[in-house]
């Protein structure tokens, strides 16, 4: 079985400053690890994906992953932080295929001016 | 652009009526779609895998005979809340995986709110 933690439900940055969004999986078999952000009342955006190639993923919004099996985790950094960036974003784990994603409880990131 | 619709976006209700909701891959054929719930500021839990043809698995806890699934085609997946109870309100979301990309796409979600 597949599990997901993600450090903090809530992260507050300042405008320009570095994002740091933290998630540590769990996982039997070798995982697929995603980034998901979300608007309020919207449906969720993938941001990055990591699918056993490069442990460094570039994602869209000059977001990046870096995939660290010795931890066990996949963070979401970004070098500076736009106020555009607010939102809640989910860090998620499948074993690929048709299978479910297994979601994180999210993180809140606000951006301050 | 959206390579998975879903419809409608937002739906109020009675209680006791019963309300679907459909999720249309348009680009790619979907042997399985996911839904997927949110209660307001939680996380997305995995309801029920919808199999094209066959029938849909339900998670643990979730009524198969409150939350009919249909998977007719390829293309289209269709969840329907019967009788529908205000504490069925929530955020509903569908996703299709692309096998071969590895990825899932999902649905803009359904807002569904039960007076």
């Known amino acids: 079985a597949q599990s997901v933690t993600q450090l903090g439900s809530h992260v507050s940055v300042s405008e320009g400053a570095l994002v740091l969004l933290r998630c540590n999986y769990s996982?039997?078999?070798?995982?697929?690890l995603f980034w998901y952000v979300q608007y309020p009342n919207q449906g969720l955006q993938l941001l990055l994906k990591y699918t056993s190639a490069a442990t460094l993923v570039k994602g869209i919004n000059g977001f990046e992953a870096e995939f660290k099996k010795s931890e066990t985790s996949f963070h979401l950094t970004k070098p500076s932080a736009h106020m555009s960036d607010a939102a809640e974003y989910f860090c998620a784990v499948s074993v690929g295929g048709n299978t479910p994603l297994v979601f994180g409880k999210g993180t809140r990131l606000s951006v301050i001016a | 652009g959206a390579v998975v619709s879903q419809h409608p976006s937002r739906v109020i209700c009675k209680s006791g009526t019963s309300v679907k909701i459909e999720c249309r891959s348009l680009?790619?054929?979907?042997?399985?779609m996911f839904w997927y719930r949110q209660f307001p500021k939680q996380s997305l839990m995995l309801m029920a895998t919808?199999?094209?043809?066959?029938?849909?698995?339900?998670e643990q806890g979730v009524e198969k005979d409150k939350f009919l699934i249909n998977h007719a085609s390829l293309t289209l997946s269709t969840l329907t809340v019967t009788s529908a109870h205000p504490e069925d309100s929530s955020f509903y979301i569908c996703?299709?995986?692309?096998?071969?990309?590895?990825?899932?796409?999902f649905g803009a979600g359904t807002r569904l709110s039960v007076l």
């Open positions: 680009d790619f054929q979907a042997t399985t």
């Open positions: 919808s199999n094209e043809g066959s029938k849909a698995t339900y």
């Open positions: 996982s039997s078999v070798p995982p697929y």
């Open positions: 996703s299709a995986p692309s096998e071969w990309r590895n990825i899932q796409y």
